[in-house]
Protein backbone atom coordinates (compact mmCIF):
# COMPACT_ATOMS: atom_id res chain seq x y z
CA UNK A 1 0.00 0.00 0.00
CA UNK A 2 1.08 3.65 -0.50
CA UNK A 3 1.97 5.81 2.43
CA UNK A 4 -0.68 7.65 3.53
CA UNK A 5 -0.62 11.56 4.09
CA UNK A 6 -0.24 13.02 7.17
CA UNK A 7 -0.26 16.32 6.42
CA UNK A 8 -4.63 16.56 5.83
CA UNK A 9 -5.56 14.40 8.73
CA UNK A 10 -3.55 16.75 11.24
CA UNK A 11 -5.74 19.59 9.51
CA UNK A 12 -9.12 17.55 9.52
CA UNK A 13 -7.97 16.92 13.62
CA UNK A 14 -7.09 20.52 14.14
CA UNK A 15 -10.65 21.72 12.43
CA UNK A 16 -12.22 18.68 14.15
CA UNK A 17 -10.77 20.14 17.66
CA UNK A 18 -11.32 23.69 17.23
CA UNK A 19 -14.73 22.64 16.67
CA UNK A 20 -15.19 20.77 19.61
CA UNK A 21 -13.54 23.39 21.80
CA UNK A 22 -16.13 25.57 20.56
CA UNK A 23 -18.81 23.17 20.76
CA UNK A 24 -17.56 22.75 24.80
CA UNK A 25 -17.23 26.38 25.13
CA UNK A 26 -21.08 26.85 23.86
CA UNK A 27 -22.17 24.33 26.45
CA UNK A 28 -20.21 25.89 29.43
CA UNK A 29 -21.50 29.64 28.33
CA UNK A 30 -25.24 28.10 28.30
CA UNK A 31 -24.89 26.35 31.88
CA UNK A 32 -23.33 29.29 33.24
CA UNK A 33 -26.56 31.34 31.71
CA UNK A 34 -28.62 29.26 33.56
CA UNK A 35 -26.80 29.06 36.79
CA UNK A 36 -27.34 33.38 36.77
CA UNK A 37 -31.27 33.00 35.18
CA UNK A 38 -31.68 30.99 38.50
CA UNK A 39 -29.79 33.18 40.98
CA UNK A 40 -31.49 36.11 39.18
CA UNK A 41 -34.92 34.74 39.77
CA UNK A 42 -34.20 33.76 43.02
CA UNK A 43 -33.20 37.62 43.79
CA UNK A 44 -36.59 38.78 42.19
CA UNK A 45 -38.03 36.26 44.60
CA UNK A 46 -36.59 37.71 47.87
CA UNK A 47 -37.03 41.49 46.64
CA UNK A 48 -40.74 40.64 46.45
CA UNK A 49 -40.87 38.64 49.26
CA UNK A 50 -39.04 42.15 51.23
CA UNK A 51 -41.68 44.50 49.21
CA UNK A 52 -44.52 42.69 50.50
CA UNK A 53 -43.42 42.21 54.32
CA UNK A 54 -42.12 45.82 53.83
CA UNK A 55 -46.23 46.63 52.88
CA UNK A 56 -47.40 44.97 55.46
CA UNK A 57 -45.07 46.44 58.42
CA UNK A 58 -45.89 49.98 56.61
CA UNK A 59 -49.63 48.95 57.01
CA UNK A 60 -48.92 48.61 60.60
CA UNK A 61 -47.25 51.55 61.28
CA UNK A 62 -49.61 53.81 59.02
CA UNK A 63 -52.37 52.58 61.59
CA UNK A 64 -50.50 53.31 65.12
CA UNK A 65 -50.20 56.90 63.51
CA UNK A 66 -53.02 57.43 63.04
CA UNK A 67 -54.36 56.65 66.39
CA UNK A 68 -51.42 58.75 67.77
CA UNK A 69 -52.00 62.45 68.59
CA UNK A 70 -51.60 65.56 66.17
CA UNK A 71 -47.88 66.29 67.11
CA UNK A 72 -47.01 62.77 65.55
CA UNK A 73 -48.30 63.58 62.39
CA UNK A 74 -44.93 65.42 61.36
CA UNK A 75 -43.87 61.80 62.08
CA UNK A 76 -46.01 60.42 60.04
CA UNK A 77 -45.60 62.40 56.62
CA UNK A 78 -41.78 61.63 57.11
CA UNK A 79 -43.07 56.99 57.18
CA UNK A 80 -45.10 58.36 54.96
CA UNK A 81 -42.24 59.35 52.42
CA UNK A 82 -39.83 56.88 53.56
CA UNK A 83 -42.37 54.24 52.32
CA UNK A 84 -43.01 55.78 49.01
CA UNK A 85 -39.22 56.20 48.43
CA UNK A 86 -38.31 52.67 49.05
CA UNK A 87 -41.32 50.89 47.02
CA UNK A 88 -39.94 53.51 44.07
CA UNK A 89 -37.12 52.20 44.59
CA UNK A 90 -38.05 48.56 44.90
CA UNK A 91 -39.90 49.03 41.90
CA UNK A 92 -37.20 50.30 39.99
CA UNK A 93 -34.68 47.12 41.25
CA UNK A 94 -37.89 45.13 40.09
CA UNK A 95 -37.82 46.61 37.02
CA UNK A 96 -34.11 46.27 36.51
CA UNK A 97 -34.32 42.60 37.55
CA UNK A 98 -37.05 41.77 35.18
CA UNK A 99 -35.00 43.76 32.31
CA UNK A 100 -31.94 41.59 32.82
CA UNK A 101 -33.92 38.67 33.08
CA UNK A 102 -35.91 39.15 29.76
CA UNK A 103 -32.40 39.69 28.44
CA UNK A 104 -30.84 36.89 29.52
CA UNK A 105 -33.71 35.24 28.26
CA UNK A 106 -32.93 36.15 24.83
CA UNK A 107 -28.58 35.74 24.86
CA UNK A 108 -29.87 32.08 26.10
CA UNK A 109 -32.10 31.79 22.74
CA UNK A 110 -29.52 32.81 21.06
CA UNK A 111 -26.93 30.64 22.22
CA UNK A 112 -29.14 27.87 21.96
CA UNK A 113 -29.43 28.93 17.94
CA UNK A 114 -25.84 28.82 17.84
CA UNK A 115 -25.19 25.83 19.18
CA UNK A 116 -27.84 23.92 17.05
CA UNK A 117 -26.49 25.88 13.98
CA UNK A 118 -22.75 24.27 15.57
CA UNK A 119 -24.43 21.07 16.11
CA UNK A 120 -25.83 20.98 12.13
CA UNK A 121 -22.77 22.19 10.83
CA UNK A 122 -20.61 19.80 12.54
CA UNK A 123 -23.02 16.86 11.42
CA UNK A 124 -22.27 17.85 7.98
CA UNK A 125 -18.92 18.00 8.68
CA UNK A 126 -18.74 14.23 9.66
CA UNK A 127 -21.13 12.97 6.94
CA UNK A 128 -18.15 14.96 4.65
CA UNK A 129 -15.82 13.50 6.45
CA UNK A 130 -17.09 9.87 6.48
CA UNK A 131 -18.19 10.43 2.75
CA UNK A 132 -13.65 11.37 1.78
CA UNK A 133 -13.09 7.85 3.77
CA UNK A 134 -15.06 5.47 2.22
CA UNK A 135 -13.75 7.15 -1.32
CA UNK A 136 -10.11 6.20 0.64
CA UNK A 137 -10.69 3.42 1.07
CA UNK A 138 -12.39 2.17 -1.65
CA UNK A 139 -9.39 4.16 -4.10
CA UNK A 140 -6.99 2.09 -1.62
CA UNK A 141 -8.16 -1.34 -2.19
CA UNK A 142 -8.41 -0.96 -6.10
CA UNK A 143 -4.75 0.55 -5.52
CA UNK A 144 -3.77 -2.58 -3.45
CA UNK A 145 -5.73 -4.79 -6.07
CA UNK A 146 -3.72 -2.90 -9.08
CA UNK A 147 -0.28 -3.28 -6.78
CA UNK A 148 -1.01 -7.03 -6.43
CA UNK A 149 -1.60 -7.51 -10.13
CA UNK A 150 1.17 -5.59 -10.73
CA UNK A 151 3.30 -7.38 -8.42
CA UNK A 152 2.51 -10.69 -9.97
CA UNK A 153 2.91 -9.70 -13.60
CA UNK A 154 6.45 -8.59 -12.04
CA UNK A 155 7.45 -11.60 -10.67
CA UNK A 156 6.37 -13.56 -13.41
CA UNK A 157 7.99 -11.61 -16.07
CA UNK A 158 11.04 -11.98 -13.61
CA UNK A 159 10.77 -15.81 -13.00
CA UNK A 160 10.32 -16.13 -17.48
CA UNK A 161 13.71 -13.93 -17.42
CA UNK A 162 15.49 -15.87 -14.39
CA UNK A 163 14.64 -19.71 -16.59
CA UNK A 164 15.93 -18.14 -19.42
CA UNK A 165 18.93 -16.95 -17.76
CA UNK A 166 19.47 -20.19 -16.19
CA UNK A 167 18.88 -22.22 -19.32
CA UNK A 168 21.47 -19.95 -20.31
CA UNK A 169 23.76 -20.90 -18.03
CA UNK A 170 23.28 -24.15 -17.80
CA UNK A 171 23.99 -24.11 -21.62
CA UNK A 172 27.23 -22.32 -21.11
CA UNK A 173 27.99 -24.71 -18.31
CA UNK A 174 27.67 -27.65 -20.64
CA UNK A 175 29.89 -26.20 -23.00
CA UNK A 176 32.31 -25.43 -20.49
CA UNK A 177 32.08 -28.73 -19.12
CA UNK A 178 32.54 -30.01 -22.54
CA UNK A 179 35.42 -28.09 -23.32
CA UNK A 180 37.22 -29.21 -19.71
CA UNK A 181 36.48 -32.65 -20.49
CA UNK A 182 37.84 -32.93 -23.89
CA UNK A 183 41.32 -30.73 -22.70
Request: hydrophobic content about 30%.
Amino acid sequence: MPPKKKGKKKKKDDAELQLEEKYKKTLNEIEALKDQLTKRKEVSRRAMSAGIELKDKMKEAEELLTKQQADQKSISSDMTRQYKTMQTEMNLRIHQLESERDRLQIELEKTQILLKNTIKTKDKEIATRDQKIKELEKKIKELSYDFEILMRDSFNALLVKLDEARKGWEDKSTLIQAKTSRC
